[in-house]
């Protein structure tokens, strides 16, 4: 993807949100490209440039930047300009990467952020390592962060992996599938959603009762996010989503639509639950029937039902939070979570 193209995204979502307040608007957008040079900055601070560009492969590639924005939202709560807020925004962006050079390991992607993938580039020897050192570069960033956050910071990132080990695990009981997909979703995903915002709160001198709110808050979106991109997965071509289109499918992870069907959502749908139940994954003919099978199937209406579910919920928590512009963002973002289409 090229620079323009990614800062348009970047942009993209703040612009969408239709933020009344304008002057909220400006200062965001103006922290996230200040946020955006301290990315760049972080991934040269290593004297080999053939690492630099190893570790900077993604964030030159730009991403939604959801957390970061997340982040800087949380700090609206407080003194919006404190020390170490734009740091903290870098932090949950650093620890996002790393994370996804780990999943495109686990996921064997070949495409993330519209541009080829670390491990495709250069192995996955090399896209471990790297997404290592991005985590590294994180904990050294963050010890100028307050000392107040650090175990919501180490929290966060136990849970983060914990997600992911779970989902490889899988459920203990066949039953267990659908609460265990929650737990799933709740430890790699909502987990640093919820921090993101926690973390700027707190950042910015916030009262505890507000920074606890957003974390509720962001726990939710973060749940709805993560559903969110599992019906994506099925309902997006890959041009729109800067990945390949029906990844979880070839890898054998059932997202939440295809846990629907083999939890029995869709009475007719034999033919897909067969397919489903191949632990192995889909490839070739299989694997587009598998998705054009799942795209009209209904479990994808159930999936939307219960990503709005979360998003009600989130939004029940945000009417306990200060009125004011950084809560009509918060409040739009659930609109962007619920329609968004990459
Ligand atoms: C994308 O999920 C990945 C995550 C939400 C987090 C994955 C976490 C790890 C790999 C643990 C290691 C973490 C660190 C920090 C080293 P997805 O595969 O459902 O979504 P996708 O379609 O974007 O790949
Ligand atoms: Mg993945």
Same mark, same amino acid.
């Given at each position: 993807m090229s620079a323009p193209a990614a800062t348009e995204r970047r942009r993209s979502i703040v612009t969408r949100l239709t933020l009344r307040d304008k002057a909220l608007e400006r200062r965001v957008l103006r922290r996230l490209d200040q946020v955006e040079i301290r990315l760049l900055e972080c991934t040269r601070e290593v004297d080999d440039p053939r690492l630099a560009t190893v570790v900077g492969h993604l964030i030159a590639a730009g991403g939604k930047r959801v957390r970061p924005l997340l982040t800087l939202l949380g700090a609206e709560f407080g003194d919006a300009w404190a020390e170490g807020v734009v740091e903290a925004a870098?932090? /949950?962006?650093?620890?996002?990467?790393? /994370? @996804?050079?780990?999943?495109?390991?686990?996921?064997?992607? @070949?495409?993330?952020?519209?541009v080829t993938s670390v491990n495709a580039c250069w192995g996955n020897r090399v896209a471990v390592r790297s997404g290592n050192w991005l985590l590294a570069k994180a904990a050294r960033l963050s010890a100028g962060l307050t000392g107040e956050s650090a175990p919501l910071r180490a929290e966060a990132s136990q849970r983060l992996v914990q997600g992911q080990l779970r989902e490889l695990v899988g459920p203990a009981l066949p039953e267990d599938r659908l609460p265990h997909y929650f737990d799933v979703i709740s430890d790699k995903s909502a987990s640093l959603i919820s921090l993101s915002l926690r973390l700027g709160a707190v950042q910015a001198g916030a009262p505890a009762q507000v920074s606890d709110a957003l974390a509720e808050y962001g726990e939710q979106l973060g749940m709805a996010f993560q559903i969110s991109d599992d019906v994506l997965d099925v309902a997006s071509p890959s041009a729109d989503l800067g990945k390949e289109q029906g990844k979880d499918l070839a890898v054998g992870v059932a997202g939440l639509p295809a846990l629907l069907v083999l939890e029995g959502v869709g009475a007719e749908d034999d033919e897909l639950r067969a397919l489903l139940s191949e632990p192995a994954g889909l490839r070739g003919g299989r694997h587009a029937r598998a998705l054009a099978l799942l795209q009209r199937s209904e479990a994808m209406g159930r999936a939307r039902a219960l990503m709005d579910e979360r998003l009600a919920r989130a939004r029940a928590v945000l009417t306990s939070l200060p009125p004011g512009p950084a809560r009509q963002a918060l409040d739009a973002l659930c609109d962007f979570v619920g329609t968004r289409t990459a």
């Amino acid at each position: 993807m090229s620079a323009p193209a990614a800062t348009e995204r970047r942009r993209s979502i703040v612009t969408r949100l239709t933020l009344r307040d304008k002057a909220l608007e400006r200062r965001v957008l103006r922290r996230l490209d200040q946020v955006e040079i301290r990315l760049l900055e972080c991934t040269r601070e290593v004297d080999d440039p053939r690492l630099a560009t190893v570790v900077g492969h993604l964030i030159a590639a730009g991403g939604k930047r959801v957390r970061p924005l997340l982040t800087l939202l949380g700090a609206e709560f407080g003194d919006a300009w404190a020390e170490g807020v734009v740091e903290a925004a870098v932090f /949950s962006e650093l620890v996002h990467t790393a /994370s @996804l050079h780990h999943d495109d390991v686990m996921d064997e992607a @070949l495409v993330r952020h519209g541009v080829t993938s670390v491990n495709a580039c250069w192995g996955n020897r090399v896209a471990v390592r790297s997404g290592n050192w991005l985590l590294a570069k994180a904990a050294r960033l963050s010890a100028g962060l307050t000392g107040e956050s650090a175990p919501l910071r180490a929290e966060a990132s136990q849970r983060l992996v914990q997600g992911q080990l779970r989902e490889l695990v899988g459920p203990a009981l066949p039953e267990d599938r659908l609460p265990h997909y929650f737990d799933v979703i709740s430890d790699k995903s909502a987990s640093l959603i919820s921090l993101s915002l926690r973390l700027g709160a707190v950042q910015a001198g916030a009262p505890a009762q507000v920074s606890d709110a957003l974390a509720e808050y962001g726990e939710q979106l973060g749940m709805a996010f993560q559903i969110s991109d599992d019906v994506l997965d099925v309902a997006s071509p890959s041009a729109d989503l800067g990945k390949e289109q029906g990844k979880d499918l070839a890898v054998g992870v059932a997202g939440l639509p295809a846990l629907l069907v083999l939890e029995g959502v869709g009475a007719e749908d034999d033919e897909l639950r067969a397919l489903l139940s191949e632990p192995a994954g889909l490839r070739g003919g299989r694997h587009a029937r598998a998705l054009a099978l799942l795209q009209r199937s209904e479990a994808m209406g159930r999936a939307r039902a219960l990503m709005d579910e979360r998003l009600a919920r989130a939004r029940a928590v945000l009417t306990s939070l200060p009125p004011g512009p950084a809560r009509q963002a918060l409040d739009a973002l659930c609109d962007f979570v619920g329609t968004r289409t990459a």
